[in-house]
C-alpha cells in the first residue's frame, strides 16, 4: 500500500522536532493539510500513508494533527455549504470562523461527538436563523489548544447535527477535569461547556454520522496506529540483528511480520474503496452502510496488530529500553492508551450484527 513517502523531507523533520509537544504539532497543522489532503478522490492511499509516517514518528504529534485533518475533511464534504468565508450564508454567524482562510490557514481544529449519559449538548435556533449551542461536551482532546471544533449536539430528543464553534468564545469554557495519563500525557483532554455559544450547522441532522465519509475518517486512526506498531517492530528486529537471537525472539519478529503485513493489506483495499466512493454530502445510505462494515473490519485488524506487536517487543526486548531509552518506552505507553481509547469489543460486535443484517457472508464455498 504504502509505496513511497507522503510527507515531505522538512515536514518530517519538523514533525521529530515537535515530537512529545502538542502545541508544536498544532503549528504544524496547516502544511500538513496541505500536504496530504483529503480521502477519496484518489488521495486516500497517500493521505493514509501521511498518517502512518506522522504515527512512526510520534504518537502526540499524529494524535494532535489527525483530528485536525479529519475536521477539514468533514468539511469539504459539507459540500455546498462549505463556500467562501466572507459570503452570506443565511442564518449563520459572521464569527465563528467556519473554514480555513486558504491551505495555509491558521485555524487548528479538533473533533468531538462523544456523549455522556449525564448530560446532552443542546442545540437550538432563535427566530433570526442563528444557532447556539449550551450543555456539556465530554472528552475534549486539546480543547485548550486548538482554535475551532466541530461538536455534535442535539437538535431534538431524536436527533443531532454537526456545529462548527469557536472556541475562543466568552460563551465556551473548559472544565476542570483531572488528567493523570501516562502515555500521551501532554495531549490533555477536558470537557466542554457551553452558554449559548454561537455555532454554524455542518449538514443536516444526522449528515455527521450517516455519510460514507465517517466511516473512512476513523480508519485515519488506524492508519496512525498502525504506524506507530511498525516503528515498535523495527527496533524489534534491529535488536535480533544485532545480537543472534533465539528461537524465541524469531518467533516474536514473525509474528510481528504476520500482523502488520495482514494489517496493510486491508488498509489498502479501504483506501480502494474509499476512493471509489462519493464522500461528499450526496453520498447514499448504501454507500454509508458498506463503508461501516469496512471501517469495522479495518479498525478491527489493526488494533489486533498493534496488541501482537506490543505483546512481541515486551516479550522479546523485556523491561530494558523501557527503563533506559526514552523514545522507546514513550512510544510504548502513547500506543497503549491510544487503543485503549478504542473498545474493540463493541465494534467487532457491530461487525456480527451487520453480517446477520445482509445477505450470507461465509456460505459463498461449495
Known amino acids: 500500500m504504502f509505496d513511497s513517502p507522503s510527507l515531505p523531507p522538512a515536514l518530517v523533520r519538523s514533525a521529530r522536532e515537535a515530537a512529545g509537544d502538542p502545541e508544536a504539532a498544532l503549528r504544524l497543522a496547516p502544511d500538513v493539510a496541505e500536504a496530504l489532503g483529503r480521502p477519496g478522490g484518489g488521495n486516500t492511499r497517500h493521505l493514509w500513508r501521511g498518517l502512518a509516517e ?10 494532535t494533527l489527525e483530528p485536525d485533518l479529519d475536521a477539514r475533511a468533514i468539511l469539504d464534504q459539507a459540500g455546498s455549504f462549505v463556500g467562501d468565508p466572507e459570503a452570506e450564508i443565511p442564518g449563520q454567524p459572521r464569527d465563528v470562523g467556519l473554514v480555513p482562510e486558504d491551505a495555509g490557514g491558521a485555524r487548528t481544529w479538533g473533533v468531538y461527538a462523544a456523549e455522556s449519559p449525564d448530560h446532552r449538548l443542546e442545540a437550538n435556533q432563535s427566530d433570526d ?5 449550551t450543555g456539556h461536551k465530554p472528552w475534549c482532546s486539546l480543547a485548550g489548544s486548538v482554535s475551532n471544533a466541530l461538536v455534535t449536539a442535539w437538535t431534538s430528543t431524536t436527533a443531532r447535527r454537526l456545529f462548527a464553534v469557536d472556541l475562543a468564545s466568552s460563551q465556551v469554557r473548559a472544565g476542570e477535569d483531572r488528567w493523570v495519563a501516562r502515555g500521551l500525557s501532554r495531549l490533555r483532554t477536558s470537557s466542554l461547556e457551553f452558554d449559548a455559544a454561537p455555532a454554524a450547522p455542518v449538514g443536516d441532522d444526522e449528515w455527521y454520522f450517516t455519510r460514507s465519509g465517517f466511516a473512512f475518517g476513523g480508519i485515519g486512526v488506524a492508519a496512525v496506529w498502525w504506524g506507530a506498531a511498525c516503528k515498535l517492530a523495527a527496533q524489534l528486529e534491529s535488536s535480533c540483528r544485532s545480537r543472534t537471537p533465539d528461537q524465541i525472539a524469531q518467533f516474536h519478529l514473525g509474528q510481528c511480520s504476520l500482523a502488520l503485513e495482514a494489517a496493510q493489506s486491508v488498509l489498502a483495499d479501504a483506501a ?12 447514499t445510505a448504501e454507500g454509508s452502510e458498506a463503508a461501516w462494515a469496512t471501517a469495522l473490519r479495518v479498525r478491527g485488524s489493526v488494533h489486533r496488530a498493534c496488541e501482537v506487536v506490543l505483546t512481541a517487543v515486551g516479550h522479546t526486548l523485556g523491561p530494558g529500553p523501557l ?12 500506543l497503549q492508551i491510544y487503543l485503549q481509547q478504542y473498545k474493540p469489543e463493541r465494534d467487532v460486535a457491530a461487525l456480527g450484527q451487520s453480517i446477520l443484517d445482509g445477505p450470507s457472508t461465509f456460505g459463498g464455498l461449495p
Open 54 to 63: 506522522l504515527g512512526a514518528i510520534d504518537l502526540t504529534v499524529a494524535r
Open 129 to 133: 436563523g442563528r444557532w447556539r449551542i
Open 272 to 283: 480502494h474503496r474509499a476512493d471509489a466512493l462519493d464522500l461528499a454530502v450526496g453520498s
Open 323 to 334: 527503563t533506559q531509552d526514552d523514545e522507546y518506552a514513550r512510544r510504548v505507553a502513547d
